[in-house]
């Protein structure tokens, strides 16, 4: 992969980075062999990762249950998707960890590289951007590409229909993921030749360059409009220009890849390696924590791990017991649990509702007893502070603070203040992402004794919790991992007066619709950082979000086999994960 003619100054600068990896907790990185096994030095953690590149082999890796058969170029950045499908740009595995780390989707333009693009550039004045493509690279050797060379009209098809500016299209395309909201800045696209493609943009800001760059696009080409709707949506049509051809797909359960004999990239670690180094990559998801312990341990699961521990501490004590050698990595970012509460209704359309429910929690015995961490709970608000630097944690006033403290008397007052001393009832809505146990008991021993009853309704999956959340008309609130602890922009533009999934989260709340509007068109980084500060902290004074937990721990396990993933990033994320796990090999 090249490298750009010219990039913008990052939106986390090193330091910034060091300091908020400090402040989510440090990464646990752990070969073990054995129960008894010592933490490593860096020595022995380097000579477990440092076996030269090999090639053939395959892996299996655990992936979650949104495995679904849908193949459309215009596919979100979900995980395995981009082993066939690429975008202009990707992450840059040369990138030194100890300067950044993946923890998460958010990948600064300082950290990115070309993929399908050779060089780019910025002309500030014009408000364009030139990107010329590589010419090496072909589309598999399937239908409906059959092995012919990307193009430039191929780049302008794919952001065209997306955007509805073109290539037939004159209405931004309905799909998965909402690229029209990310792009506004671009208003047209031209091909002078076969291997350039212009970007012009409505502004020449500095935003808009970064979120161009940072918006993994998946590119594909107009012979997708010429299958039908059955073709579509059948595994023989998946095709793209990546390292890996997708051969099987199980909806809800499996994906299997195989190598692509004729990829263009090599590994720009060993510049003469050409890529990727395994043969085939198997996915699969296991509903059971039992049988992920017995497949990783046996070795036929090689990886594991995503939005929060899929597995308790007595599973990680077997695991380790087991005898197995593998490496237990820590990151304190997965978001907290907590109750997105519909303040569009009574009674939490009263702010000394939703503090008196906050009153009524013992977060940091909840940190301590039941999620067993040491220290204090960490508790964001509206921006994850392991992701971004828009988080506000730090500077919250001692009265803030003070009310996010455990006080059930204060919680009591505030009901008989707001009319509600007797209690009243209200349903949250529960996917399997949410740790069910944990809203039971805070039902049970918090709420309780001031009288509310929480109703907790089962869905069967997120994305049925989440459509009940968008719905502004359903009078019930959500549980939620991510609602008040979110690291995208996008989610926070999302938060309109008209709609959008947490419209009546905040109930339309003129102070805040304002910051949002002014974060929305913020032209520098410098500003669009002090909108989203404020809105941070606006966020957490409202109480919009109840926390039941502080950030909590995700775990990933690896398996020593694998190699090549660069010590300390998590394996899942889906602006990385193809770049990173083409990039992998595994030592025997």
Same mark, same amino acid.
């Given at each position: 992969?090249?490298?750009?003619t010219?990039?913008?100054?990052?939106?986390?600068?090193?330091?910034?980075?060091?300091?908020?990896?400090?402040?989510?907790?440090?990464? *646990?990185?752990t070969?073990?062999?054995?129960?008894?096994?010592?933490?490593?030095?860096e020595?022995?953690?380097? &000579?477990?990762?440092?076996?030269?590149?090999?090639?053939?082999?395959?892996?299996t890796?655990?992936?979650?249950?949104?495995?679904?058969?849908?193949?459309?170029?215009?596919?979100?950045?979900?995980?395995c998707?981009?082993?066939?499908?690429?975008s202009?740009?990707?992450?840059?595995?040369?990138?030194?960890?100890?300067?950044?780390?993946?923890?998460?989707?958010?990948?600064?333009?300082?950290?990115?590289? =070309? %993929?399908i693009a050779?060089?780019?550039?910025?002309?500030?004045?014009?408000?364009?951007?030139?990107?010329?493509l590589?010419?090496d690279?072909?589309?598999?050797?399937?239908e409906?590409?059959?092995?012919?060379?990307?193009?430039?009209?191929?780049?302008?098809?794919?952001y065209?229909?997306?955007?509805?500016? =073109?290539?037939?299209?004159?209405?931004?395309?309905?799909?998965?993921?909402?690229w029209?909201?990310?792009l506004?800045?671009?208003?047209s696209?031209?091909c002078?030749?076969?291997?350039?493609?212009?970007?012009?943009?409505?502004?020449?800001?500095?935003?808009?360059?970064?979120?161009?760059?940072?918006?993994?696009?998946?590119?594909?080409?107009?012979e997708?409009?010429?299958?039908?709707a059955? %073709?579509?949506?059948?595994?023989e049509?998946?095709?793209?220009?990546?390292?890996?051809?997708?051969? &099987?797909?199980?909806a809800?359960?499996?994906?299997?890849?195989?190598?692509n004999?004729?990829?263009?990239?090599?590994?720009?670690?060993?510049?003469?390696?050409?890529?990727p180094?395994?043969?085939?990559?198997?996915?699969?998801?296991?509903?059971?924590?039992?049988?992920?312990?017995?497949?990783?341990?046996?070795?036929?699961?090689?990886?594991?791990?995503?939005?929060a521990?899929?597995?308790?501490?007595?599973?990680?004590?077997?695991?380790?017991?087991?005898?197995?050698?593998?490496?237990?990595?820590?990151?304190?970012?997965?978001?907290?649990?907590?109750?997105?509460?519909?303040?569009?209704?009574?009674?939490?359309?009263?702010?000394?509702?939703?503090q008196?429910?906050?009153y009524?929690?013992?977060? &940091?015995?909840l940190?301590t007893?039941?999620?067993?961490?040491?220290g204090?709970?960490?508790?964001?608000?509206?921006w994850?502070?392991t992701?971004?630097?828009?988080?506000?944690?730090?500077?919250?006033?001692?009265?803030?603070?003070?009310?996010?403290?455990?006080?059930?008397?204060?919680?009591?007052?505030?009901?008989?203040?707001?009319?509600? =001393?007797?209690?009243?009832?209200?349903?949250?809505?529960?996917?399997?992402?949410?740790?069910?146990?944990?809203?039971?008991?805070?039902?049970?021993?918090?709420?309780?004794?001031?009288?509310?009853?929480m109703?907790?309704?089962?869905?069967?999956?997120?994305? &049925?919790?989440?459509t009940?959340?968008?719905?502004?008309?359903?009078?019930?609130?959500?549980?939620s991992?991510?609602?008040?602890?979110?690291?995208?922009?996008?989610?926070?533009?999302?938060?309109?007066?008209?709609?959008?999934w947490?419209?009546?989260?905040?109930?339309?709340d003129?102070?805040?619709?304002?910051?949002?509007?002014?974060?929305?068109?913020?032209?520098?980084?410098?500003?669009q950082?002090?909108?989203?500060?404020?809105a941070?902290?606006?966020?957490?004074?409202q109480h919009?979000a109840?926390h039941?937990?502080?950030?909590?721990?995700?775990?990933?396990?690896?398996?020593?086999?694998?190699?090549?993933? =660069? *010590?300390?990033?998590?394996?899942?994320?889906?602006?990385?994960?193809?770049?990173?796990?083409?990039?992998?090999?595994?030592?025997?």
């Open positions: 992969m090249k490298k750009a010219r990039r913008i100054a990052a939106l986390l600068s090193v330091s910034a980075l060091l300091s908020l990896t400090a402040c989510g907790g440090p990464i *646990e990185q070969p073990s062999t054995s129960p008894s096994a010592s933490t490593p030095t020595s022995q953690t380097a &000579e477990v990762l440092s076996t030269e590149p090999s090639y053939g082999g395959s892996v890796l655990y992936y979650n249950s949104d495995i679904n058969a849908y193949y459309d170029p215009a596919i979100n950045d979900t995980a998707y981009a082993l066939w499908l690429e202009l740009f990707a992450y840059d595995v040369t990138t030194p960890t100890d300067e950044f780390q993946i923890q998460g989707d958010y990948i600064p333009s300082s950290c990115l590289t =070309g %993929q050779d060089t780019w550039s910025w002309d500030e004045e014009a408000a364009t951007i030139t990107v010329n590589r010419q690279v072909y589309f598999q050797d399937k409906p590409y059959n092995g012919r060379q990307l193009v430039a009209s191929d780049v302008k098809w794919s065209d229909r997306i955007l509805g500016i =073109g290539s037939g299209y004159d209405e931004p395309l309905e799909c998965e993921a909402d029209a909201s990310r506004t800045m671009i208003e696209i031209e002078p030749d076969d291997f350039t493609v212009v970007f012009h943009l409505s502004t020449n800001t500095e935003v808009a360059y970064e979120t161009f760059q940072t918006t993994f696009l998946k590119i594909g080409g107009p997708w409009d010429t299958l039908t059955e %073709q579509q949506s059948s595994l049509y998946a095709s793209g220009t990546g390292p890996y051809i997708v051969t &099987e797909l199980v809800g359960s499996s994906v299997t890849l195989v190598k004999e004729n990829y263009y990239d090599t590994d720009d670690r060993y510049p003469e390696n050409k890529l180094y395994l043969d085939e990559i198997n996915f699969v998801y296991i509903a059971d924590s039992t049988n992920i312990v017995s497949q990783f341990t046996s070795g036929t699961l090689d990886w594991f791990g995503y939005r521990n899929l597995i308790n501490d007595s599973e990680a004590a077997q695991i380790a017991a087991s005898g197995v050698s593998y490496i237990k990595q820590d990151y304190s970012v997965s978001q907290p649990e907590s109750i997105a509460l519909r303040c569009n209704t009574e009674p939490f359309n009263d702010i000394r509702v939703r008196a429910l906050q009524a929690i013992d977060l &940091e015995t940190n007893s039941y999620f067993g961490n040491e204090s709970a960490v508790i964001p608000a509206l994850n502070p992701l971004t630097d828009w988080c506000t944690i730090g500077t919250w006033s001692d009265e803030l603070l003070e009310q996010y403290t455990y006080n059930p008397e204060k919680a009591k007052q505030l009901l008989e203040d707001a009319g509600y =001393g007797d209690g009243f009832e209200f349903t949250v809505v529960i996917s399997p992402d949410n740790d069910v146990d944990l809203f039971t008991y805070v039902n049970s021993t918090y709420f309780a004794p001031l009288g509310i009853t109703n907790l309704e089962t869905v069967s999956n997120f994305f &049925e919790a989440k009940i959340g968008n719905d502004e008309h359903d009078t019930r609130s959500s549980a991992t991510g609602v008040a602890a979110t690291s995208s922009l996008t989610a926070a533009q999302n938060q309109t007066l008209d709609g959008g947490a419209s009546a989260l905040w109930n339309g003129a102070e805040y619709a304002s910051l949002l509007d002014s974060l929305a068109n913020a032209t520098t980084l410098a500003d950082n002090q909108y989203a500060q404020e941070d902290l606006y966020y957490a004074e919009w109840v039941l937990s502080g950030l909590k721990t995700v775990s990933e396990f690896f398996s020593t086999r694998l190699q090549g993933y =660069g *010590e300390g990033n998590r394996l899942y994320s889906g602006k990385t994960f193809g770049t990173v796990v083409s990039h992998m090999w595994v030592s025997e």
